[in-house]
C-alpha cells in the first residue's frame, strides 16, 4: 500500500481528521498521483464501531471509542490493525476475531457483527 495512504490512515487512527476527510484526501491523492483508490473509498456502506464504559454509579454508558468509517476504508483499516488497536486500548479485556470480521464484511453481511459485554465494558460493530 503507498506510504501516503498509510499515514492518511493513520490521522484517521488518531482522530487527527474525520474519515470523510480521509476519504477525500485518498481521493485527491489517487487523481494527483494516478494512484488507483476506488478499491479503497467506493462505498455506500459505512462501518460502525463503539466501545462504551458503563458508570455503575450513575448507571449509564460512556461512549470511549466511535470510530465510522467506509466499508473498504475499513476493510484496510483492519488489516492494519488500526482499529483492533484502538479497541484494545480501551476494551483490553474483550477478545475479537478480526480476521472472522473481515470475512463477514468481505461477504457483504450487514447489520450488527459484534456485540460483546464483559465487565463494564461493551463493543459493538455494525454495517449499515
Known sequence: MNEEIKAILKMVESGKISAEEGEKLISSLGKKKGIDTTHIITTKKWVRIEVYSKDEEEDKEDT????????NLAKTMLRMNSIKNQISLNADDITIDFDEVIKLIEQDASGELVNIESGSTRVRIWIE
Open 64 to 71: 470511549k471509542v466511535k470510530i465510522n468509517v467506509p466499508l
